[in-house]
Antibody, heavy 122, light 111 residues
Framework: EMQVVESGGGVVRPGGSLRLSCTAS????????MTWVRQIPGKGLEWVSG????????GYADSVKGRFSISRDNAKKSLYLQMNTLRADDTGFYYC???????????????WGKGTTVTVSS | VVMTQSPLSLPVTLGQPASISCRSS???????????LTWFHQRPGQSPRRLIY???HRDSGVPDRFSGSGSGTDFVLEISRVEAEDVGVYYC?????????FGPGTKVDIK
């Protein structure tokens, strides 16, 4: 069964950092681009960042550019999101999702994790 | 690209059809010739699930009562006969123009 599982969420103070991880199984990880999507509680979905199959190409939403960094380790079948200088409006549920194809652009997502919660609060 | 959906709330009767509209502020034809318009369904407490990609391609395992259509800037998701498991929020997303954007969602519930 193809799946991705997120971890690393938690509570952090404004200005702090957090690193999310996503571990894949059931498919050849390095054949796919990957992406992070977040959901503010009770609200809609927001694309955060994407990365291609070998990490050579990445992209970010304007709201996180310069603060977040996406990376991957294909040997570990893992995707990461390093989040720095966190703000209250980064609070939400963060999903890892697979992008069918080697790239992250253009985008669609066909395998989603269950997500991990990030709370930024003093 | 701004994505809008209508209606935002859709009470439906079991067994009856339902339709959700999605509109983009720009045409969504990509340089690869495809229109990267995707529909997702999110049940309460669950992750989104992809239903339709590239406007009209249904994902494996998605019931054939779901169909997508449209072109340019106007797209539609139709459910031919609503079933109880179809409740939740439906999102359209454009994957053509970076940064990628979602519609606000349409909440479907049973009358």
């Amino acid at each position: 069964e193809m799946q991705v599982v997120e971890s690393g969420g938690g509570v952090v103070r404004p200005g702090g950092s957090l690193r999310l991880s996503c571990t894949a199984s059931g498919f050849k990880f390095d054949d796919f681009g990957m992406t992070w999507v977040r959901q503010i509680p009770g609200k809609g979905l927001e694309w955060v960042s994407g990365i291609n199959w070998n990490g050579g190409s990445t992209g970010y939403a304007d709201s996180v550019k310069g603060r977040f960094s996406i990376s991957r380790d294909n040997a570990k079948k893992s995707l990461y999101l390093q989040m720095n200088t966190l703000r209250a409006d980064d609070t939400g549920f963060y999903y890892c999702a697979r992008v069918p194809g080697y790239g992250w652009n253009p985008l669609s997502m066909d395998v989603w994790g269950k997500g991990t919660t990030v709370t930024v609060s003093s | 690209v701004v994505m809008t959906q209508s209606p935002l709330s859709l009470p439906v009767t079991l067994g009856q059809p339902a339709s959700i509209s999605c509109r983009s502020s720009q045409r969504l034809v990509s340089s690869d010739g495809y229109t990267h318009l995707t529909w997702f369904h999110q049940r309460p407490g669950q992750s989104p699930r992809r239903l339709i990609y590239k406007v009209s391609h249904r994902d494996s395992g998605v019931p054939d009562r779901f169909s997508g259509s449209g072109s340019g800037t106007d797209f539609v998701l139709e459910i031919s006969r609503v079933e109880a498991e179809d409740v939740g929020v439906y999102y359209c997303m454009q994957g053509t123009s970076w940064p990628f954007t979602f519609g606000p969602g349409t909440k479907v519930d049973i009358k």
